[in-house]
C-alpha cells in the first residue's frame, strides 16, 4: 500500500457575511482516523443532487468568474440576498462537501471493525468525500464485491440505501403501496427497479411527457404526469389501483404534496360512503426527502385529519436502523451493484475542473439523465 | 323512568345540490338501542366550533331567513360556489349533529356494559346529540359524579379528552413540553389548568392582547401573541425556556405551523452549533386538530427534516387507547367536573330558538368567551 501523504487537496464551500458562495480547493492536513474510523482513498465520488445543495449555496454560479490570482483554485459568485438569510447559520464556515464515494480504505483506527475493512475497496457515505482522502464510519462502508470498481461503488450508499429505505419504511408502518415523486431520476429508476423485483405496487409521478415514456421502457405500470390537465384524476386512479397510502416527495415545495393527500382520500373513501367531516380513518403519510422545489409547501386539506407530512433522512432512517437489518441492505446492494443499483454518469470532472465556471454551470442544472462523477485524484 | 315516545325532534342539516343550507327540526322515529349500545334522553348539549362546521358548512347565515311556511322549522341560507366544492361529499345527505351532551340512560342494549349504565346521568360523545334522544356506546360514556347535573356534564367529553390527549400524547410520543394556539379558548384555559396541575410547561399562543392578560390571570407563564411583531422571537424564548417539542393548532391554516417548527428548530440548535444543512435531529411534531383558519397549511421549511406535522382526532386517539387508560381519564373528567373541566355558558337555547336567524347569527361569530349551550327538551 503506497504511503499515505501528509497534506491532500479537499474541495469547500463557504457563505462569506458580504453574500458571496466561494468555492475553493484547499490543501489540508490529511485526517487520522480515530479508534472507531477509517480512512478512505477517494477515488470517485458523485455529485448527488443533495450534494450541490451544500457546494453551491443558490449562489448565481451563472455569474461566477475564476479567481486567476489566487495560491488555490477559487471561484466566487454572488447569493440572492432572500437566500443568505435562510443560509445564516453557515456563514464563515468552510465546509467539506461530498455525502459519499468509493476508494480503498488506507488506514484504520483500532476497533476491530475498522480493522477488518484496512486494504478494501468500499463505498461509503461521509461529509467530506470530495477530498484525495475522507474519514468514514464502518457502518456507512459497504465493502465492494470482487471485481467491481470504485467507479462501480461510487454511488452505492445514498440513492440505493434511500431506495431500500423507501419500501422498508412502507413495510414498517404499514403501508402496501408507494407514490414516488421526481420519479424519473437515478433514484427513481432505482426504486422502480426494486419495485418490480419485489412486487411493491408504485405510483411514479413525473413532470414531463418524455419521463412517462422512459419509465413506461423500464416496466412502470402507473405513471402519472403532473404535467397534464388529468393529472389530479390520473393519480387518483394509480393511487385506487396500487392502494399506495405513503408517498416519498423530493419536490418538497408547492402544492404536490397535498395533492397526493388529497387523491389519497378520494381513493380510499367508497363513492357511496355517508359523508364524514372528519374524512377517511386511513392513515395517509408524505414523507418530504428532498427539496427540489425551494418554495413553501402548501396544504389545501381535503384530505380529512388521518394524515402526516414529515421530513426524511437517509441518516436519520439508518441510526434507526437495526444492525442486521443494515446488514442486509448493504448486502444486496453490493450483489446488485450493476443490476438494480447500476449509476451511469455523463460527466467525469477533477477537483480542479468541478471549479470551472462553464463546468460548475453544466453540473448545477442538475438536469434529469446527466451525472457528474468526481474523480480527486485525477 | 318515564315512557320514551315513539318520535323525537331532533336538529338536522342538509345541503342542497343547489348550493343551499337547509337548517331543520324534524321529528322522526326514536332509536332503539343495538347490544352495545346505550339511549340518552339528552337534557344539554354545548355548540362546540366542530359541531357549528359541521351544522353551519361554512353558509352565509347572515342572508338566511326562516321559513315561515314550513311543517318544520327550517332555514336556509346560500353557500359560496368554493365551499360548495369542498362540501360535494355531503350534498344531499340530511345529517344529525352534536358530538357530545349529557342526559340520563332511558334504555339500554343487552350487553352487560350497556346495561351497567341504565338509569345513570351521564356525559357522552356521538354524532346526534342535537335531539331530545341520542344512542352511545358505553366506552364513550362518562358516569356524572353525584349531584352532577346534566349541564354540568354537558362537556365532559370533547374537550377534557381532548386536552387530556394532548398530555396523554406527548408523554407517549417522548415529547417533555407543549405548545397550544387559540390557547384562550374553553379548551385552551383547560389544557392549561391540566399542565399547571402536572407540571408540564406548556407555551400558550394567542390572537391578542386581551387574551394574553387572561391567560396570565389564570396562572399561565409562557403566553405569545401573534399580533405582536416580537411574535417569532417571544415563541423562540418560549420554546426554549420549556423544551416544548409538540404543539396543538387548532387554527390549522396559513403559516402558524410552520412557524411553529421554524421557532423550535431555532431554539434546540445552540448557537455555536457547526452548520447542518439538514438541520438539528430533534424531532418537532405539529398536531392540527382544528381548522379555524380555513385556507391552506403554508409551510416555510427552515427546520431541518426531522419534523412532522399532521391530523389529530380525538375519536382516532380514544380508538388507540387501552381500555384501562381510557377509564383513568375518563374518571379525572369525573372527579374534577366542576373545577379543571368546568365549562360556562352564556346563552341556553331550544331546538327551535337554534334555527332562529338572528340566535344563529350569535352563535355563528364562535367569538371567545362566548358558549351556546342547547337543552332539546326546553
Not at 25 to 32: C, I, Q
Not at 214 to 229: I, K, M, N, T, Y
Not at 291 to 308: C, N, Q, T, V, Y
Not at 330 to 336: D, F, L, Q, S, Y
Request: hydrophobic letters at 45%; aromatic letters at 6%.
Amino acid at each position: 500500500m503506497p504511503e499515505t501523504p501528509a497534506t491532500m487537496r479537499q474541495l469547500r464551500s463557504l457563505v462569506t457575511p458580504e453574500g458571496e458562495l466561494r468555492l475553493s480547493v484547499a490543501t489540508v492536513d490529511t485526517p487520522s482516523p480515530r479508534p472507531e474510523q477509517v480512512l478512505v482513498r477517494v477515488e470517485a465520488a458523485p455529485l448527488n443532487p443533495s450534494d450541490l445543495a451544500l457546494l453551491l449555496a443558490m449562489a448565481d454560479v451563472g455569474r461566477a468568474p475564476a479567481d486567476e490570482g489566487a495560491a488555490e483554485p477559487t471561484v466566487t459568485a454572488p447569493i440572492a440576498e432572500p437566500v443568505m438569510r435562510a443560509l445564516a447559520a453557515r456563514v464563515g464556515q468552510s465546509m467539506t462537501v461530498g455525502n459519499e464515494g468509493a476508494g480503498v480504505v488506507v488506514a484504520a483506527g483500532e476497533s476491530p471493525e475498522a480493522q477488518a475493512l484496512l486494504g478494501a475497496t468500499v463505498g461509503f457515505s461521509g461529509t467530506a468525500a470530495y477530498g484525495e482522502y475522507a474519514l468514514a464510519s464502518p457502518r456507512m462502508c459497504l465493502p465492494l464485491p470482487g471485481g467491481a470498481t470504485p467507479v462501480d461503488g461510487a454511488s452505492s450508499f445514498v440513492n440505493p440505501l434511500t431506495a431500500l429505505g423507501m419500501v422498508e419504511t412502507m413495510r414498517r408502518e404499514g403501508h402496501t403501496g408507494l407514490v414516488h415523486t421526481a420519479a424519473a431520476s437515478n433514484l427513481g429508476q432505482m426504486l422502480l427497479r426494486i419495485c418490480l423485483a419485489d412486487g411493491v405496487p408504485l405510483v411514479n409521478v413525473v413532470r414531463r411527457p418524455e419521463q412517462v415514456a422512459l419509465l413506461r421502457e423500464l416496466g412502470a405500470e402507473h405513471v402519472c404526469d403532473s404535467s397534464q390537465p388529468t393529472f389530479f384524476a390520473d393519480l387518483v386512479a394509480a393511487v385506487k389501483a396500487t392502494g399506495a397510502t405513503l408517498a416519498f416527495d423530493a419536490v418538497g415545495g408547492g402544492r404536490l404534496a397535498g395533492e397526493i393527500l388529497n387523491a389519497m382520500e378520494v381513493a380510499v373513501v367508497p363513492a357511496d360512503a355517508p359523508y364524514s367531516r372528519y374524512g377517511s380513518d386511513v392513515p395517509k403519510q408524505v414523507y418530504v426527502y428532498g427539496a427540489l422545489d425551494p418554495r413553501p409547501i402548501e396544504l389545501s386539506r381535503r384530505f380529512g385529519f388521518a394524515w402526516g407530512v414529515g421530513g426524511w433522512l437517509l441518516t436519520t432512517f439508518l441510526g434507526t436502523l437495526p444492525l442486521e437489518d443494515l446488514i442486509r441492505l448493504r448486502g444486496r446492494v453490493a450483489a446488485e451493484l450493476t443490476t438494480t443499483f447500476a449509476s451511469g454518469y455523463t460527466d467525469r470532472i477533477s477537483l480542479t475542473e468541478a471549479l470551472d465556471p462553464a463546468v460548475i454551470g453544466r453540473y448545477a442544472q442538475q438536469a434529469t439523465g446527466q451525472k457528474f462523477l468526481l474523480l480527486p485524484h485525477s
